[in-house]
């Protein structure tokens, strides 16, 4: 028998009347998987916590495994019982696991009168997340501190974020949000604002953006190659089109791949991956992408490379602005198939005490797949 110190502490003297061999699992908990597989074919019993595959080991536990060598004996989990103390939907309440992961995951989940239950490592962890929301303007959250549900040692307690003071916090912990303030929202759809990618002038404009992803076509568990990535705001928002979306940017430039890390982490994205290097060399030895976008570096020898590697069926969107690649662009169409689609915007600018259309330069956008 193996599990937590904490959890093998639960059974108390009934550990003494087993005729096993119990041992805490280790820390960190990929350690005690080598372990565990050692023992393949003996019966083994691992102790976690409530529904063992919402935030929990199992899938950690029994990806190595053989469908037959296991069985789980889920109870209730912390969301469920989270939800039972406070009275909430759990299918209209967002749930999240940040044991180990960034609180700025919750950042596109946080809006005025959203309600989420979050799953927290400890104490220190639950101020960090009220500091985080009375930074984003969201003070006014009622924050609800779940201790220990389940067990004898169970405490719920209110408090609002901005005014969160509680310092002696038991693990393990879940928090109750309830969302309230005056911060800004991430919208909901493609084509964010660009004031929420920090940028040097290297960024695909909002209204160019969301009929790029458009294009783009996002579906989950996909992944996307952001080649020339600038600012990453294409793989961005590919990532926030879904949970399980994945993306890799690869861009030259070292101060713009880190100016794109800090955007990709301040949106709670940070699982994008970013490769320094210039295409098309860079992008080889990666696993192939369902779709690519080109919004820097569009050359014959980078499309000659990309219909040269990658598997039929990938979907590619390009986008020129000058007269060259817009040429390249349609030589490349005329060949290969697909559309092209020219986009010309203007905006509102003053002309004098007047007003007048400013027009941008005319986008190309070439969709295809290969």
């Not at 458009?214 to 992944?223: G, I, K, Q, V, Y």
Request: net charge neutral.
């Amino acid at each position: 028998m193996t599990g937590a110190a904490r959890h093998l502490a639960l059974l108390g003297d009934v550990l003494a009347d087993l005729a096993a061999d119990v041992a805490p699992w280790p820390v960190p908990f990929a350690d005690g998987i080598a372990p565990l597989l050692a023992r393949r074919g003996q019966r083994v019993v691992v102790l976690v916590s409530g529904d063992p595959f919402w935030f929990g080991a199992g899938s950690v536990v029994t990806r190595a495994l053989r469908p037959r060598e296991w069985v789980a004996h889920p109870v209730p989990s912390t969301f469920t019982l989270a939800a039972a103390r406070l009275g909430w939907a759990i299918e209209t309440t967002a749930c999240l696991g940040l044991h180990a992961a960034p609180l700025a995951r919750l950042r596109t989940v946080v809006a005025p009168g959203v309600r989420a239950i979050v799953l927290l490592r400890d104490g220190a962890a639950v101020a960090a997340l009220a500091g985080y929301l009375a930074e984003l303007g969201f003070g006014e959250s009622d924050l609800w501190v779940l201790e220990a549900l389940g067990g004898p040692r169970e405490r719920v307690r209110s408090v609002a974020a901005a005014g969160f003071a509680l310092g002696d916090i038991a693990h393990p912990v879940a928090v109750g949000v309830h969302v309230a303030g005056a911060g800004a929202v991430v919208p909901a759809v493609a084509g964010r604002p660009d004031a929420w990618f920090a940028h040097d002038g290297q960024i695909t404009k909002r209204p160019v953006r969301a009929l790029t992803l458009s294009a783009l076509a996002p579906r989950p568990f996909e992944t996307l190659w952001d080649i020339g990535a600038g600012s990453g705001s294409i793989a961005i928002e590919w990532l926030l089109a879904h949970p399980t979306t994945q993306a890799v940017a690869f861009e030259a430039d070292p101060v713009r791949a880190d100016r794109m890390r800090g955007n990709a982490d301040a949106l709670g994205v940070d699982r994008l991956g970013i490769v320094v290097a210039r295409a098309p060399e860079g992008l080889a030895g990666h696993s192939p992408p369902d779709a690519v976008f080109i919004g820097g570096g569009l050359s014959t020898a980078m499309l000659d490379w990309l219909w040269a590697h990658l598997p039929p069926g990938t979907r590619l969107v390009a986008n020129a602005v000058t007269l060259e690649s817009e040429a390249l662009l349609a030589q490349w169409q005329g060949v290969k198939g697909g559309g092209l689609l020219r986009i010309a915007l203007s905006e509102v600018a003053p002309i004098g005490t007047r007003r007048g259309w400013r027009a941008h330069y005319p986008i190309v956008q070439w969709s295809v797949t290969l």
